[in-house]
Protein backbone atom coordinates (compact mmCIF):
# COMPACT_ATOMS: atom_id res chain seq x y z
CA UNK A 1 0.00 0.00 0.00
CA UNK A 2 1.19 3.67 -0.24
CA UNK A 3 3.41 4.84 2.10
CA UNK A 4 1.99 8.71 1.68
CA UNK A 5 -1.86 9.26 1.08
CA UNK A 6 -3.28 12.57 0.47
CA UNK A 7 -6.50 13.65 1.42
CA UNK A 8 -8.79 14.86 0.10
CA UNK A 9 -8.49 13.44 -3.58
CA UNK A 10 -9.64 16.42 -5.38
CA UNK A 11 -9.98 20.11 -3.81
CA UNK A 12 -12.16 22.66 -4.91
CA UNK A 13 -12.08 26.56 -3.61
CA UNK A 14 -12.71 29.88 -4.40
CA UNK A 15 -9.99 32.13 -4.87
CA UNK A 16 -8.79 33.88 -1.74
CA UNK A 17 -9.53 30.98 0.29
CA UNK A 18 -7.23 28.94 1.99
CA UNK A 19 -6.59 25.48 0.98
CA UNK A 20 -5.70 22.35 3.44
CA UNK A 21 -4.47 19.17 2.36
CA UNK A 22 -3.63 16.35 4.23
CA UNK A 23 -0.88 13.83 4.01
CA UNK A 24 -0.71 10.42 6.31
CA UNK A 25 2.33 7.85 6.28
CA UNK A 26 3.42 4.78 7.99
CA UNK A 27 6.56 4.21 9.00
CA UNK A 28 9.37 6.26 10.26
CA UNK A 29 10.77 9.19 7.92
CA UNK A 30 13.86 11.50 7.60
CA UNK A 31 11.65 14.20 6.38
CA UNK A 32 8.76 14.77 4.65
CA UNK A 33 8.48 16.85 1.28
CA UNK A 34 5.39 18.37 -0.84
CA UNK A 35 5.53 19.20 -4.70
CA UNK A 36 3.49 20.14 -7.24
CA UNK A 37 2.43 19.04 -10.61
CA UNK A 38 0.58 21.33 -13.12
CA UNK A 39 -1.14 19.68 -15.96
CA UNK A 40 1.19 18.20 -18.50
CA UNK A 41 4.79 18.92 -16.46
CA UNK A 42 6.67 17.61 -14.41
CA UNK A 43 6.84 18.30 -10.20
CA UNK A 44 8.28 20.78 -8.66
CA UNK A 45 9.65 20.61 -5.04
CA UNK A 46 7.81 23.12 -2.84
CA UNK A 47 8.52 22.69 0.87
CA UNK A 48 10.46 20.22 3.28
CA UNK A 49 9.89 19.52 6.20
CA UNK A 50 12.08 17.66 8.69
CA UNK A 51 11.36 14.56 11.55
CA UNK A 52 12.15 16.90 14.57
CA UNK A 53 10.27 19.65 13.19
CA UNK A 54 7.07 20.52 13.63
CA UNK A 55 6.01 23.39 11.39
CA UNK A 56 7.25 25.27 8.64
CA UNK A 57 6.21 27.83 6.36
CA UNK A 58 7.46 29.72 2.90
CA UNK A 59 5.68 32.29 1.11
CA UNK A 60 1.67 31.65 1.20
CA UNK A 61 2.60 27.69 2.36
CA UNK A 62 2.22 26.48 5.82
CA UNK A 63 3.51 23.01 6.45
CA UNK A 64 2.83 20.80 9.74
CA UNK A 65 4.23 17.02 10.69
CA UNK A 66 3.11 15.41 13.62
CA UNK A 67 5.13 12.63 13.62
CA UNK A 68 2.60 10.72 16.62
CA UNK A 69 -0.03 10.77 14.09
CA UNK A 70 2.57 9.58 11.09
CA UNK A 71 0.63 13.00 9.47
CA UNK A 72 1.44 16.49 7.70
CA UNK A 73 -0.76 18.91 6.43
CA UNK A 74 -0.15 21.52 3.80
CA UNK A 75 -2.02 24.91 4.20
CA UNK A 76 -1.93 27.60 1.13
CA UNK A 77 -3.28 30.98 2.13
CA UNK A 78 -4.79 33.50 -0.35
CA UNK A 79 -4.99 30.80 -3.42
CA UNK A 80 -4.70 32.15 -6.38
CA UNK A 81 -6.22 30.22 -9.75
CA UNK A 82 -2.24 30.15 -10.62
CA UNK A 83 -2.66 27.40 -7.59
CA UNK A 84 -4.80 25.00 -9.36
CA UNK A 85 -2.61 22.09 -9.65
CA UNK A 86 -1.55 18.54 -7.91
CA UNK A 87 -0.48 18.22 -4.70
CA UNK A 88 1.64 15.02 -3.52
CA UNK A 89 4.03 14.70 -0.14
CA UNK A 90 6.45 12.25 -0.70
CA UNK A 91 8.40 11.08 2.25
CA UNK A 92 11.84 10.26 2.34
CA UNK A 93 12.48 6.79 4.62
CA UNK A 94 15.20 6.55 7.19
CA UNK A 95 18.00 4.23 6.02
CA UNK A 96 16.66 4.67 1.93
CA UNK A 97 17.89 7.17 -0.62
CA UNK A 98 14.46 7.17 -2.23
CA UNK A 99 10.97 9.12 -1.89
CA UNK A 100 8.09 7.70 -1.83
CA UNK A 101 5.04 9.84 -3.18
CA UNK A 102 1.28 9.98 -2.27
CA UNK A 103 -1.53 9.50 -4.87
CA UNK A 104 -1.76 13.65 -4.71
CA UNK A 105 -5.04 16.31 -4.31
CA UNK A 106 -5.65 17.70 -7.04
CA UNK A 107 -6.78 21.05 -5.98
CA UNK A 108 -8.70 23.53 -8.47
CA UNK A 109 -8.77 27.21 -7.53
CA UNK A 110 -12.00 28.81 -9.42
CA UNK A 111 -11.62 32.57 -9.95
CA UNK B 1 21.08 25.42 -16.41
CA UNK B 2 17.80 24.16 -18.70
CA UNK B 3 17.03 21.07 -16.09
CA UNK B 4 16.43 17.80 -16.67
CA UNK B 5 16.13 17.41 -19.86
CA UNK B 6 14.24 14.48 -21.40
CA UNK B 7 13.33 12.97 -25.12
CA UNK B 8 11.26 12.17 -26.40
CA UNK B 9 8.42 14.32 -25.54
CA UNK B 10 5.82 12.06 -26.96
CA UNK B 11 5.53 8.27 -27.70
CA UNK B 12 3.24 6.86 -29.86
CA UNK B 13 4.25 2.91 -30.75
CA UNK B 14 2.89 -0.24 -31.22
CA UNK B 15 2.59 -3.53 -29.29
CA UNK B 16 5.83 -5.20 -29.96
CA UNK B 17 8.10 -2.42 -30.76
CA UNK B 18 11.53 -1.44 -28.81
CA UNK B 19 11.20 2.00 -26.70
CA UNK B 20 14.06 4.03 -25.63
CA UNK B 21 13.61 6.92 -23.28
CA UNK B 22 16.52 9.36 -22.31
CA UNK B 23 17.17 11.45 -19.57
CA UNK B 24 20.05 14.04 -18.99
CA UNK B 25 20.29 14.97 -14.98
CA UNK B 26 21.49 18.27 -14.01
CA UNK B 27 25.00 18.81 -14.14
CA UNK B 28 26.55 17.89 -10.59
CA UNK B 29 23.98 15.94 -9.28
CA UNK B 30 24.44 12.72 -8.14
CA UNK B 31 21.68 10.15 -8.16
CA UNK B 32 19.01 10.01 -10.87
CA UNK B 33 15.61 8.43 -10.57
CA UNK B 34 13.17 6.76 -12.78
CA UNK B 35 9.42 7.06 -12.53
CA UNK B 36 5.81 5.82 -14.01
CA UNK B 37 3.14 8.25 -13.47
CA UNK B 38 -0.49 6.74 -14.49
CA UNK B 39 -4.09 7.26 -13.35
CA UNK B 40 -4.40 4.33 -11.85
CA UNK B 41 -1.04 3.59 -9.82
CA UNK B 42 0.27 7.19 -8.81
CA UNK B 43 3.77 7.99 -9.55
CA UNK B 44 5.85 5.04 -8.73
CA UNK B 45 9.56 4.76 -8.61
CA UNK B 46 10.96 2.37 -11.15
CA UNK B 47 14.56 2.25 -10.68
CA UNK B 48 17.59 4.84 -9.01
CA UNK B 49 20.83 5.09 -9.87
CA UNK B 50 23.29 6.98 -7.38
CA UNK B 51 27.20 7.92 -9.27
CA UNK B 52 25.91 5.85 -12.42
CA UNK B 53 25.34 2.45 -10.12
CA UNK B 54 21.75 1.03 -9.90
CA UNK B 55 20.87 0.77 -6.16
CA UNK B 56 17.26 0.08 -6.31
CA UNK B 57 15.36 -1.58 -9.24
CA UNK B 58 12.72 -3.42 -7.25
CA UNK B 59 10.20 -1.17 -9.14
CA UNK B 60 10.76 -2.59 -12.42
CA UNK B 61 7.58 -3.99 -13.55
CA UNK B 62 9.07 -6.96 -15.32
CA UNK B 63 12.51 -7.98 -17.38
CA UNK B 64 11.19 -6.18 -20.31
CA UNK B 65 12.09 -3.07 -18.57
CA UNK B 66 15.92 -2.28 -18.57
CA UNK B 67 17.92 0.79 -17.24
CA UNK B 68 21.40 2.34 -17.84
CA UNK B 69 23.33 5.25 -16.94
CA UNK B 70 26.75 5.07 -18.99
CA UNK B 71 27.60 8.10 -17.34
CA UNK B 72 26.95 10.99 -14.97
CA UNK B 73 25.14 12.81 -18.05
CA UNK B 74 23.19 10.18 -19.67
CA UNK B 75 20.83 7.24 -18.79
CA UNK B 76 18.16 5.37 -20.98
CA UNK B 77 14.91 3.54 -19.74
CA UNK B 78 14.39 0.85 -22.73
CA UNK B 79 10.58 -1.56 -22.85
CA UNK B 80 11.82 -4.29 -25.03
CA UNK B 81 8.74 -5.41 -26.02
CA UNK B 82 6.28 -2.84 -25.28
CA UNK B 83 2.53 -3.30 -24.60
CA UNK B 84 -0.41 -1.21 -24.06
CA UNK B 85 -0.25 -1.43 -20.38
CA UNK B 86 2.76 0.44 -20.61
CA UNK B 87 1.28 3.42 -21.90
CA UNK B 88 1.68 6.29 -18.91
CA UNK B 89 4.35 9.04 -18.56
CA UNK B 90 7.82 8.29 -17.57
CA UNK B 91 9.71 11.18 -15.42
CA UNK B 92 13.38 11.33 -14.92
CA UNK B 93 14.43 13.20 -11.94
CA UNK B 94 18.18 13.86 -10.31
CA UNK B 95 19.48 15.19 -7.63
CA UNK B 96 22.33 15.94 -5.58
CA UNK B 97 23.59 13.85 -2.77
CA UNK B 98 23.74 16.70 0.12
CA UNK B 99 20.76 17.83 -0.99
CA UNK B 100 16.78 16.47 -0.33
CA UNK B 101 14.81 17.85 -3.12
CA UNK B 102 14.65 16.42 -6.39
CA UNK B 103 14.66 17.84 -9.92
CA UNK B 104 12.13 16.35 -12.47
CA UNK B 105 11.95 16.43 -16.18
CA UNK B 106 8.96 17.22 -18.05
CA UNK B 107 7.84 13.54 -18.75
CA UNK B 108 7.69 11.61 -21.66
CA UNK B 109 4.36 10.28 -22.66
CA UNK B 110 4.43 6.98 -24.17
CA UNK B 111 1.20 5.64 -26.06
CA UNK B 112 1.14 1.80 -26.99
CA UNK B 113 -1.45 1.18 -29.36
Known amino acids: SQQGEEDPQALSIQEGENATMNCSYKTSINNLQWYRQNSGRGLVHLIL?????REKHSGRLRVTLDTSKKSSSLLITASRAADTASYFC???????????FGQGTRLTINP | DAGVIQSPRHEVTEMGQEVTLRCKPI?????LFWYRQTMMRGLELLIYFNNNVPIDDSGMPEDRFSAKMPNASFSTLKIQPSEPRDSAVYFC???????????FGPGTRLTVL
Open chain 2, 93 to 103: ASRRDKDNEQF
Open chain 1, 90 to 100: ATHLKGAQKLV
Open chain 2, 27 to 31: SGHNS
Open chain 1, 49 to 53: IRSNE
